[in-house]
């Protein structure tokens, strides 16, 4: 179903049919060849760069070569016009039949219309949010959040197997920091006078319930065992409790992992899964003993004048070798990093995509060369960075929070303007922008607002149903009787809606390749400002209303096309993790 594909056979056919030769007497590579659509809706429907790309190396003109495909291509039954542009482009125009049988074919299909096969069932992870388990979520972990769901969504539909995958930092000495916050909630909980909290700690009220929690359970008795042996106990408690609470604010904004992976289980059994990877590592030759240089500017916390195990990461693509072991014996952070990798790919998975706030950007090259060394070409690593968010209130930056202490809270935002505005405005930017974030813009109903002028579209379509029901008296119209009357759909602005759904496989494939679910976003909202548009022409010309009482065919016809951009609308909603109402109130 994707009509570029298609058209990309039908245009090779009909270049090897001109029998072209290059400079050494063979066929010329034909792989660059595309058909996208033209830049200008006006130029026509489809535009190919045959002839520019295949100029050169057959030695021809580009225009006298797109003219001899034009030519042949004109002999293409679907194919209305084929004409020459600018330096040697092919435009096409096709027939108005062709629209309708696609409109029929994508009527049959309904909400799959636009699954694709791109990803051959590849075994692929996709690791976000992975926030440490040390409080709530706030709007830092938003945009990784919804741009990994998104994409994991976004890539299933494209025929990828897909995990989601969140990995627990409940490892590292921020959890022992935690725990000691705890501790002191929980001396509180047993009326203890604590003060104010110590510079270190955790601050946050949301601490509160958990210290009362240990209360509940144990009493006093925590006070009265070794440190350590008390302190094992809060950290077990209180990493389930944060992460309870993690999972609860994920599951507002709609996200859902298929995996959460302990960190800590990589260091149990005396850190056998880190020794088993740093042993693989060793025999292929990427650790070696030496010293690390002193970093240029701020020193890494895990640097060290001494000699130490060091994994060979500049020889795959790093910019400096890394530590895998402290002085005291102990593993580094890194050490862990490369356990973790390697379980991934122990697991089967082919493309690994780790979603990461900006701050991460130094991990890029040190993660890309770490899986070059474990899984050579077996394995595509691929970071994603989300930029910074920007929150507003009417133009002003909004208040910290009182209850985390010092950011503001997923849940508060989300409880604020709702989950489908957050959603769909966290993508409505690539990734790797800044995003402002303003309150009341995203809440305004108008144009200016994208997830309203989408949902709002939506709604449209389910109203056009409830009238059509009530002026031909017909409680429902089967998908069938809408696809046999498709032919009769002729008028410029209903083509022009066809041919906008028809972008919509391609828009699928190409965003899955490209990891860039924001492509979604954008297309959808044109999308729905094409329906807007040809709504209000049937405003000011009531022969393309859609609902016209004294043509049922008609209205049969062109409530196939309402349904269509239904469907798709609907599926891109839910492909973004947002709704599609059937009404706005």
Same mark, same amino acid.
């Given at each position: 179903?994707?009509?570029?594909?298609?058209?990309?056979?039908?245009?090779?056919?009909?270049?090897?049919?001109?029998?072209?030769?290059?400079?050494?007497?063979?066929?010329?590579?034909?792989?660059?060849?595309?058909?996208?659509?033209?830049?200008?809706?006006?130029?026509?429907?489809?535009?190919?760069?045959?002839?520019?790309?295949?100029?050169?190396?057959?030695?021809?003109?580009?225009?006298?070569?797109?003219?001899?495909?034009?030519?042949?291509?004109?002999?293409?039954?679907?194919?209305?016009?084929?004409?020459?542009?600018?330096?040697?482009?092919?435009?096409?125009?096709?027939?108005?039949?062709?629209?309708?049988?696609?409109?029929?074919?994508?009527?049959?299909?309904?909400?799959?219309?636009?699954?694709?096969?791109?990803?051959?069932?590849?075994?692929?992870?996709?690791?976000?949010?992975?926030?440490?388990?040390?409080?709530?979520?706030?709007?830092?972990?938003?945009?990784?959040?919804?741009?990994?769901?998104?994409?994991?969504?976004?890539?299933?539909?494209?025929?990828?197997?897909?995990?989601?995958?969140?990995?627990?930092?409940?490892?590292?000495?921020?959890?022992?920091?935690?725990?000691?916050?705890?501790?002191?909630?929980?001396?509180?909980?047993?009326?203890?006078?604590?003060?104010?909290?110590?510079?270190?700690?955790?601050?946050?009220?949301?601490?509160?319930?958990?210290?009362?929690?240990?209360? =509940?359970?144990?009493? $006093?008795?925590?006070?009265?065992?070794?440190?350590?042996? #008390?302190? @094992? +106990?809060?950290? /077990? !408690?209180?990493?389930?409790?944060?992460?309870?609470?993690?999972?609860?604010?994920?599951?507002?904004?709609?996200?859902?992992?298929?995996?959460?992976?302990?960190?800590?289980?990589?260091?149990?059994?005396?850190?056998?899964?880190?020794?088993?990877?740093?042993?693989?590592?060793?025999?292929?030759?990427?650790?070696?003993?030496?010293?690390?240089?002193?970093?240029?500017?701020?020193?890494?916390?895990?640097?060290?004048?001494?000699?130490?195990?060091?994994?060979?990461?500049?020889?795959?693509?790093?910019?400096?070798?890394?530590?895998?072991?402290?002085?005291?014996?102990?593993?580094?952070?890194?050490?862990?990093?490369?356990?973790?990798?390697?379980?991934?790919?122990?697991?089967?998975?082919?493309?690994?995509?780790?979603?990461? =706030?900006?701050?991460? $950007?130094?991990?890029?090259?040190?993660?890309?060369?770490? #899986?070059? @060394? +474990?899984?050579? /070409? !077996?394995?595509?690593?691929?970071?994603?960075?989300?930029?910074?968010?920007?929150?507003?209130?009417?133009?002003?930056?909004?208040?910290?929070?009182?209850?985390?202490?010092?950011?503001?809270?997923?849940?508060?935002?989300?409880?604020?303007?709702?989950?489908?505005?957050?959603?769909?405005?966290?993508?409505?930017?690539?990734?790797?922008?800044?995003?402002?974030?303003?309150?009341?813009?995203?809440?305004?109903?108008?144009?200016?607002?994208?997830?309203?002028?989408?949902?709002?579209?939506?709604?449209?379509?389910?109203?056009?149903?409830?009238?059509?029901?009530?002026?031909?008296?017909?409680?429902?119209?089967?998908?069938?009787?809408?696809?046999?009357?498709?032919?009769?759909?002729?008028?410029?602005?209903?083509?022009?809606?066809?041919?906008?759904?028809?972008?919509?496989?391609?828009?699928?494939?190409?965003? #899955?390749? @490209?990891?860039?679910?924001? !492509?979604?976003?954008?297309?959808?909202?044109?999308?729905?400002?094409?329906?807007?548009?040809?709504?209000?022409?049937?405003?000011?010309?009531?022969?393309?209303?859609?609902?016209?009482?004294?043509?049922?065919?008609?209205?049969?016809?062109?409530?196939?096309?309402?349904?269509?951009?239904?469907?798709?609308?609907?599926?891109?909603?839910?492909?973004?993790?947002?709704?599609?109402?059937?009404?706005?109130?």
């Amino acid at each position: 179903m994707n009509i570029f594909a298609d058209f990309n056979a039908r245009v090779i056919k009909a270049v090897e049919a001109l029998e072209l030769k290059d400079s050494n007497g063979v066929s010329p590579d034909l792989s660059r060849i595309a058909v996208e659509p033209p830049r200008d809706p006006s130029h026509g429907d489809l535009a190919t760069n045959a002839a520019m790309v295949l100029a050169k190396p057959t030695g021809q003109s580009p225009r006298v070569l797109a003219e001899r495909l034009a030519l042949a291509l004109r002999e293409d039954k679907d194919v209305a016009a084929a004409d020459v542009a600018g330096p040697g482009f092919v435009n096409l125009r096709l027939q108005d039949q062709f629209w309708q049988v696609h409109l029929t074919a994508l009527l049959g299909q309904g909400r799959d219309y636009g699954r694709s096969t791109v990803g051959g069932g590849r075994k692929t992870n996709v690791e976000y949010v992975s926030a440490n388990p040390t409080g709530p979520m706030h709007v830092g972990h938003c945009r990784g959040a919804v741009v990994g769901d998104a994409l994991a969504n976004l890539m299933a539909f494209a025929g990828y197997d897909v995990t989601k995958e969140y990995v627990i930092n409940d490892a590292g000495s921020q959890i022992d920091v935690l725990a000691r916050s705890v501790m002191l909630r929980y001396r509180e909980a047993l009326g203890e006078e604590i003060g104010e909290i110590p510079t270190g700690l955790y601050p946050g009220d949301y601490l509160v319930p958990v210290g009362k929690a240990l209360v =509940g359970e144990f009493a $006093g008795s925590l006070l009265d065992m070794p440190d350590d042996e #008390a302190l @094992a +106990i809060v950290k /077990d !408690r209180t990493i389930d409790a944060m992460m309870a609470m993690i999972r609860d604010d994920l599951a507002l904004l709609n996200v859902h992992h298929d995996v959460f992976f302990s960190e800590r289980t990589l260091h149990v059994d005396n850190a056998r899964k880190i020794r088993s990877a740093i042993s693989d590592l060793t025999l292929k030759g990427h650790i070696y003993k030496g010293k690390l240089p002193p970093p240029k500017g701020e020193k890494p916390d895990d640097w060290e004048d001494r000699e130490q195990t060091l994994f060979r990461s500049t020889a795959v693509g790093d910019d400096m070798d890394r530590a895998l072991v402290k002085s005291d014996g102990s593993f580094t952070y890194f050490a862990g990093d490369v356990a973790y990798l390697k379980d991934k790919v122990d697991r089967g998975f082919v493309d690994l995509i780790y979603v990461l =706030g900006a701050d991460h $950007g130094g991990y890029v090259k040190r993660l890309e060369a770490l #899986a070059r @060394a +474990i899984a050579g /070409d !077996r394995v595509k690593l691929t970071v994603l960075l989300c930029n910074l968010v920007k929150l507003f209130r009417d133009g002003e930056p909004v208040r910290m929070s009182k209850r985390s202490g010092d950011f503001v809270t997923l849940r508060e935002v989300v409880e604020e303007v709702g989950r489908d505005p957050v959603r769909f405005m966290m993508l409505y930017r690539k990734s790797d922008a800044p995003l402002d974030f303003d309150f009341a813009k995203v809440t305004e109903q108008s144009k200016d607002n994208p997830v309203f002028y989408v949902q709002y579209a939506s709604a449209r379509c389910h109203s056009v149903f409830r009238q059509a029901s009530e002026q031909l008296g017909e409680a429902s119209f089967d998908r069938q009787s809408l696809a046999s009357a498709a032919n009769l759909l002729t008028d410029e602005g209903e083509i022009g809606l066809i041919r906008k759904l028809a972008e919509y496989p391609r828009l699928i494939e190409s965003a #899955a390749l @490209a990891l860039e679910p924001h !492509r979604l976003a954008f297309y959808l909202y044109d999308l729905a400002s094409s329906l807007h548009a040809h709504w209000n022409r049937g405003t000011d010309k009531p022969d393309l209303r859609f609902v016209k009482v004294n043509d049922r065919q008609l209205t049969l016809a062109r409530l196939g096309l309402v349904q269509a951009v239904s469907d798709v609308l609907t599926s891109g909603l839910t492909l973004i993790g947002a709704a599609a109402p059937t009404e706005m109130r």
